[in-house]
């Protein structure tokens, strides 16, 4: 994968240019010139792989090393916490499309857990970056035929939208709610659930910023 080059003219953002490795364990690519034979001056790893002896060996051979994080699949999350589960249209946990779990995004003991494992990563490891992998809801898109069942319809999910966005909701069942939320709030709806995953980020850019400045962000 290569990544990056400069827009031209009037651009501020920061850019690298890479070419560089995406996603799993870099075990075979730590012994001295194993990347240079691969032309790779970048390996984006798994965030559960970053020791510092892997990282130093990267770096070693000149790669930026950057973690591609878990933000919003952390599967096992659920094991201890069931009401993180995204619930669907009829008011029941949605089954992970084709076993892609997603979490509800306004749970905040599942929030706290992934910006504590995102700031511990940057403080102790000398990483480029971070790549924030699976920052989207529910679903399994990477195919031709995409599967995005509408979530999440939890309690907490629908009264958060209704006092953020002061939409006033009837007391009905979830079922009904949710054909009113993708109906006439439907705008709203979209709207309010873009900006919670954008927090996400804004956050993360806030710990990033503050725990190893200069590191890159992306998704
Ligand atoms: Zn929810």
Same mark, same amino acid.
Request: include cysteine; glycine fraction near 8%; aromatic fraction near 8%.
């Given at each position: 994968?290569?990544?990056?080059?400069a &827009?031209?003219?009037?651009?501020?953002?920061?850019h690298?240019?890479?070419?560089?490795?995406y996603?799993?364990?870099? &075990?075979?690519? !730590?012994?001295?010139?194993? !990347?240079?034979?691969?032309? !790779?001056? %970048?390996?984006?790893?798994n965030?559960?792989r970053?020791?510092?002896?892997?990282?130093?060996?990267l770096?070693?051979?000149?790669?930026?090393?950057?973690?591609?994080?878990?933000?919003?699949?952390? %599967?096992?999350?659920?094991?201890?916490?069931?009401?993180? %589960?995204?619930?669907?249209?009829?008011?029941?946990?949605?089954?992970?499309?084709?076993?892609?779990?997603?979490?509800?995004p306004?749970?905040?003991?599942?929030?706290q857990? #992934?910006?504590?494992?995102?700031?511990?990563?940057?403080?102790? =490891?000398?990483?480029?970056?971070?790549?924030?992998? =699976?920052?989207h809801?529910?679903?399994?898109w990477?195919?031709?035929?995409?599967?995005?069942?509408?979530?999440?319809?939890?309690? #907490?999910c629908?009264?958060k939208? %209704?006092?953020?966005?002061?939409? &006033?909701?009837?007391?009905?069942?979830?079922?009904? !709610?949710?054909?009113?939320?993708?109906?006439?709030?439907?705008e709203?709806?979209?709207?309010? #659930?873009?900006?919670?995953f954008?927090?996400?980020?804004?956050?993360c850019r806030a710990?990033?910023?503050?725990?190893?400045?200069?590191?890159?962000?992306?998704?």
């Amino acid at each position: 994968m290569a990544v990056g080059s400069a &827009a031209a003219g009037g651009e501020s953002r920061p850019h690298i240019e890479i070419r560089g490795v995406y996603g799993g364990n870099p &075990a075979g690519l !730590l012994e001295p010139g194993s !990347l240079d034979n691969l032309g !790779l001056n %970048a390996v984006f790893m798994n965030s559960r792989r970053v020791t510092t002896e892997t990282v130093a060996a990267l770096k070693q051979q000149g790669a930026k090393v950057f973690a591609e994080y878990n933000t919003m699949h952390l %599967a096992s999350f659920l094991e201890d916490h069931p009401d993180a %589960a995204p619930i669907g249209i009829d008011g029941q946990v949605s089954p992970p499309p084709h076993g892609w779990q997603g979490i509800c995004p306004s749970h905040e003991g599942y929030r706290q857990n #992934r910006m504590d494992e995102f700031r511990r990563l940057l403080r102790d =490891y000398e990483i480029d970056g971070i790549w924030l992998d =699976y920052h989207h809801s529910h679903a399994s898109w990477e195919r031709a035929e995409p599967a995005m069942p509408d979530t999440c319809f939890c309690e #907490r999910c629908v009264q958060k939208f %209704a006092r953020e966005t002061k939409t &006033a909701l009837p007391d009905v069942s979830t079922p009904e !709610l949710a054909q009113l939320l993708l109906g006439e709030h439907w705008e709203a709806w979209v709207q309010w #659930r873009c900006d919670l995953f954008t927090d996400w980020v804004r956050e993360c850019r806030a710990i990033l910023d503050e725990t190893r400045p200069g590191a890159l962000l992306g998704t």
